[in-house]
């Protein structure tokens, strides 16, 4: 592996080993191992997959290694100086970027037909980098790297000496030399991730290394969580949540605006049946935001819960998220003065963004993706392997690792089943393109997501650019960075699983 890619954002998934381990192997095939594309398209399709999300960070890396490998430089000026059969991929970059359920397979189509045509094989190997490369720029920018690494950064926020060293050595797009004197402090973890998985540690938060990549001092983690102080109201709702009228109460109050958090769904099913709505709405706002005590609490609740939906009932409350999230607020449109000039050359109709479900109706196009139609495990997967040798083995075992890691902690407290929470974030990722698990009951979503949680998460798949450090700092405040890096993970898995469920769902309706 070359140095360069030793960088600060493998620094940050070191914070997980194991996946770590399956991110790299899978990113190290599908840029320098055996596949059917030639290497200056894929560095190339990195850069303009970057520039999408406007990631200034992976298309300078991207152009430095695209030279490297004996790239032609004067396709660093633009996208009118790329080859015509390398231009053809730019509208699916484009739609798989922002809307992938408007790919059609009329767009595989008419790249593998003509003059300059695409393989089969080569579009899925395009359609593979570059959904890793949408979702790497929202991983990026989730944590709060961007800021950081491209001298952005308020001066308020303190600057490790290693990552000014970085920073400096970066913001010069020939300086790699700076780049060494971080890299050396991560080559014990990388190792350590790569070692294999029969002697892979379960867990090293390498403390040495985190406190010099970390981007914020999380002044409100600790280890004595589980003492947490318990509030009465919390203790006393704890009884009444069992209750489903006040539940369905508390859940509507919590997405109505006014509400945030599961503390304050809680507090609403208190006084439901009681005091007037205003009274219960000033309690509500007087709450913080969901602790880890109560989320634990939800979550075991939750799992003990027996009642059947009807398929109906699903099916609505999947409707729920959807039409909440469309009404979470919504970035502002980017104009092309906004966008870094060091990347605007790579980007063609960059008003082109995510659009909310809600307003899907205009472009005819709202139906649900099901995943009992159309699954990673039982289509995609396969489908990749035909077209592209084992990289569907790799994703496989990398989507599999981000689904399932844990370490059974939450904030301080230790032995958490957390799989209801971190499945509440997954197939919230999804929802918000659309894709529906068949068996979810979406009502956990609300019952475990609070709304600025939901809101950090809608904006780092869709609007990654607009993420800050600030938003990083003030969502999940009781969890460990390497907790917040972990939820990070699953938003850049989910997506890069959401797009990929798209894209290979059209080449399986192009071949048939
Ligand atoms: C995202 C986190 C709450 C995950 C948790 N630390 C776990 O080990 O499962």
Known sequence: ??????????????????????????????????????YDYRYYLAIIAAARHQCPYLVKMYEKEFINQGGNPDWLNGLDFIPPKLRAIYEINKILAHRPWLLRKEHIESLT?????????????????????????????????????????????????????????????????????????????????????????????????????????NNHT??????????????????LYCNNNAQSIAESLTNSGGVTGVVAAVTAAAFASSANAAAVLNKINAQPSATVEVLMERMKVLSQKQD??????????????????????????????????????????????????????????????RIQDYSWDDHGYSLVNDLYEDVGTLLDQRFRCAYNLTYFTMGGVKNVDTSKFRRA?????????????????????????????????????????RITTKDYDSILVELQDSEKVHVNLMVMEARNQAELLYALREIMRYRT
Request: glycine fraction near 6%; aromatic fraction near 8%; proline fraction near 6%.
């Open 113 to 217: 037909r003509g003059k300059n045509s695409w393989s089969l094989s080569e579009v899925v190997h395009a359609m593979v980098l570059l959904s890793h490369f949408h979702s790497l720029s929202s991983f990026v920018f989730s944590c709060g790297l961007t800021q950081k690494l491209d001298g952005l950064s308020s001066p308020k926020l303190k600057t490790p000496p290693t990552v000014a060293a970085i920073t400096s050595g970066h913001n010069s797009v020939t300086g790699s030399s700076a780049v060494a004197d971080g890299n050396s402090l991560m080559h014990s973890a990388v190792a350590a991730g790569m070692a294999g998985a029969g002697s892979l540690p379960q867990y090293q938060p390498q403390k040495t290394v985190l406190s010099e990549i970390t981007l914020n001092n």
């Open 222 to 239: 600790n280890n004595n969580n589980n003492n947490s102080s318990s509030n009465s109201i919390d203790h006393h709702n704890h009884q």
């Open 308 to 369: 059947e939906c009807s398929e109906a009932e699903l099916s609505n409350r999947f409707k729920n998220v959807e039409m909440q999230t469309a009404e979470l607020p919504a970035a502002a449109t980017v104009t092309p003065a906004e966008i870094p000039p060091v990347i605007s050359h790579y980007i063609e109709d960059p008003n082109f963004q995510y659009q909310d479900f809600a307003r899907r109706g205009a472009e005819n196009i709202p139906n649900t993706f």
């Open 425 to 465: 974030i997954w197939n919230y990722i999804q929802c918000i393109y659309g894709i529906r698990h068949d068996d979810y009951d979406y009502g956990e979503v609300n019952q475990l997501l609070d709304r600025p949680l939901k809101m950090f998460i809608k904006t780092a798949c869709c609007f990654p650019e």
């Open 1 to 38: 592996m070359d140095d360069l890619e030793l960088d600060q954002v493998t620094k940050v998934i070191s914070y997980h080993p194991r996946f770590l381990d399956h991110f790299l192997k899978t990113q190290n095939f599908i840029m320098n191992g055996d596949g059917p594309l030639p």
